[in-house]
């Protein structure tokens, strides 16, 4: 009898959801007893996009789309950077008041400098390629929706 041998499991994480996001369990879906680094990167609403004052923000996402984007993105991180053994990506849904967390992208890895490319490629990406839409809600009572992948060529401010 031949016996092949075990894939190790992947324990990847992805969500959109309205709920608030939590820095900690983040980090606990990218932990592992291997890594010797977990890179989170932590994307909050700010008070104002190009100085102009904001007061909220709204984003509404495709969702089966979106989640299979983080997947492809997970894949191409695992290509590109073998070791990398964990990634969550969840963003949020909803109005988000300032301070809010939105979107959160772990990595674990056993290699600082791997964990740390990887992960800023998985927040670069999603950017470009995630089917996710913002709406600004600016001081002065006005708004207006952006796809946030269309922010790098607009503003570097997304």
């Known amino acids: ?25 983040v980090y606990a879906l990218a932990d592992d007893l291997a890594n010797g680094a977990v890179v989170v990167m932590s994307g909050t609403v700010r008070n104002q996009t190009d100085g102009k004052p904001v007061v909220a923000l709204e984003y509404q996402a495709y ?10 993105i997970a894949a191409q991180i695992r290509h590109q950077w073998p070791d990398v ?22 990595v674990g890895c056993p290699h600082r400098a791997e964990a740390f490319a990887a992960c800023q490629y998985a927040i670069d990406t999603l950017k470009h390629n995630a089917p996710i839409w913002k709406k600004e809600h600016w001081a002065d009572g006005s708004s207006s929706w952006v796809s946030i992948g269309a922010c790098e060529a607009v503003s570097a401010n997304c």
């Open 1 to 25: 009898m031949l016996i092949a041998p075990s894939q190790p499991q992947i324990k990847d994480s992805f969500a959109i959801t309205f709920a608030p996001l939590s820095l900690e369990e």
């Open 85 to 106: 053994n964990r990634v969550a990506i969840h963003h949020r849904t909803g109005r988000l008041q300032l301070g809010e967390i939105s979107v959160l992208v772990a």
């Open 63 to 72: 969702e089966p789309m979106a989640i299979q984007i983080f997947r492809n």
